[in-house]
């Protein structure tokens, strides 16, 4: 699922640290899920992708 978020915030030029702020999270929360500490996310952290990112909960899924 990082791959399709990182392809994301690639495509509208965003860096992780915006991601986060966008998301109202500590950028901690975004190397957590990148580095794969957080294996099941909660709807809530996925929704907040998603709002920060601009897309349906369905885009997000591989």
């Known amino acids: ?6 392809q994301m ?10 991601l986060a ?3 109202r999270v500590h950028s901690g929360v975004i190397s957590d899920f990148k580095l794969g500490h957080i294996k099941k996310p909660s ?6 992708f998603a709002d920060a990112l601009g897309v349906s ?3 997000l899924r591989n």
Not at 1 to 6: K, L, S
Not at 43 to 48: A, N, S
């Open 1 to 6: 699922m990082w791959t399709i978020i990182e």
């Open 43 to 48: 709807f809530e952290l996925m929704c907040k």
């Open 9 to 18: 915030m690639k495509d509208q030029g965003m860096n992780q640290e915006q």
């Open 57 to 59: 909960l369905d885009d």
């Open 21 to 23: 702020k966008r998301m």
